[in-house]
């Protein structure tokens, strides 16, 4: 995770967004990974989602998202979130999340989240401007797309239970 284009934020998960157990009930992964991307992108690269909407009429929708949980999230727990664009086309980009331990050292969920960058008055699918690609291209961490099962097992192997 040495390549600038991962970006990470400390957080503490919340009481409220746990199961019975204790654990971080499984919807709220995807609420979590979610704002800090956004966190992310505004404040390491000043890059605002919402105002970007406002000022372009373009936009990003998911298309799919792939996880995997490998360890619990537990109440009160401060943890590490990292993204990172792990491959972009002319039209979407993947996106790698993960959640570490507070050491930052064990990977307790990973996912890719594809997104699809559209025109939000057709709703069709749009190819990025100049300026989303200078911004974020220099980011992009993979040159070729690579497969999900092959990177998650690198990255179990690499930060083992």
Same mark, same amino acid.
């Given at each position: 995770?040495?390549?600038?284009?991962?970006?990470? $934020?400390?957080?503490?998960?919340?009481?409220?967004?746990?199961?019975?157990? =204790?654990?971080?009930?499984? !919807?709220?992964?995807?609420?979590?990974?979610?704002?800090?991307?956004?966190?992310?992108?505004?404040?390491?690269?000043?890059?605002?989602?919402?105002?970007?909407?406002?000022?372009? =009429?373009?936009?990003?929708?998911? $298309?799919?998202?792939?996880?995997?949980?490998?360890?619990?999230?537990?109440?009160?727990?401060?943890?590490?979130?990292?993204? !990172?664009?792990?491959?972009?086309?002319?039209?979407?980009?993947?996106?790698?999340? =993960?959640?570490?331990?507070?050491?930052?050292?064990?990977?307790?969920?990973?996912?890719?989240?594809?997104?699809?960058?559209?025109?939000? $008055?057709?709703?069709?699918?749009?190819?990025?401007? !100049?300026?989303?690609?200078?911004?974020?291209?220099?980011?992009?961490?993979?040159?070729?797309?690579?497969?999900?099962? =092959?990177?998650?097992?690198?990255?179990?192997?690499?930060?083992?239970?």
């Amino acid at each position: 995770m040495s390549h600038p284009g991962f970006i990470t $934020k400390k957080i503490q998960i919340r009481f409220a967004d746990c199961d019975p157990f =204790g654990h971080l009930n499984n !919807a709220r992964y995807f609420d979590y990974f979610m704002n800090a991307r956004e966190d992310h992108l505004r404040e390491n690269l000043d890059f605002s989602i919402p105002a970007w909407m406002e000022e372009t =009429g373009f936009a990003w929708v998911v $298309k799919e998202h792939r996880i995997q949980y490998l360890r619990p999230v537990k109440a009160n727990e401060w943890v590490w979130i990292s993204s !990172a664009i792990i491959y972009q086309t002319e039209t979407d980009n993947i996106v790698e999340f =993960g959640i570490w331990d507070e050491q930052h050292k064990k990977l307790k969920c990973m996912m890719w989240s594809n997104f699809q960058y559209i025109d939000m $008055k057709s709703m069709r699918p749009a190819r990025y401007q !100049a300026e989303v690609l200078k911004k974020f291209m220099p980011l992009v961490v993979e040159d070729s797309m690579p497969a999900y099962e =092959g990177r998650f097992m690198e990255m179990q192997k690499k930060f083992r239970r």
